[in-house]
Structures are given as structure tokens and as C-alpha cells.
């Protein structure tokens, strides 16, 4: 299943876990120092739901919950 939503077009983006190790400058230490990165998905909450169309049709589709709440779809 593709997490697309179907009205504003949101869509798992990428990033990255940043790993530090090391006692900050704050706290009486040398400083924090990056040891790894790892790879990660950041998921819209993307829900099936059944939506009625300009026309009147119902049809299901992948929405946002973001869309849901402004409002942008309605449903059937």
C-alpha cells in the first residue's frame, strides 16, 4: 500500500536517527559528539475512509488525518 493521500498529496518523507554520545558543554563536559546515523521514515497517518465526491459518488479513498480534520473531504 502506498501511504499517499489522496487529497493534499503527503507521502512518507525520510530522515534520520542522529546518535550522540558525550556530556554537553551545558552539563560541565567537552561537548556532544555524533557516533552514528541511521536512516529512518517519518509516516503520514493516512486512513481509508469513504468520501463523497463532487458528483455524489461514494468512493474510498486514502486520506490524511490532517485533511479529515480541516475539513477538506467529506464523508459519505
Do not use: D, Y
Not at 555524533?34 to 475512509?49: E, G, L
Amino acid at each position: 500500500m502506498a501511504r499517499i493521500c489522496a487529497i493534499t498529496g503527503k507521502r512518507p518523507t525520510t530522515g534520520s536517527i542522529i546518535h550522540r554520545k558525550g556530556q554537553s558543554k551545558k552539563s560541565g563536559g567537552i561537548g556532544t559528539h555524533v557516533t552514528k546515523t541511521t536512516k529512518r521514515k517519518f509516516r503520514p497517518n493516512v486512513q481509508r475512509i469513504r468520501v463523497r465526491l463532487a458528483s455524489g459518488q461514494v468512493k474510498r479513498m486514502w486520506v490524511s488525518a490532517k485533511a479529515i480534520k480541516a475539513g477538506l473531504v467529506e464523508k459519505a
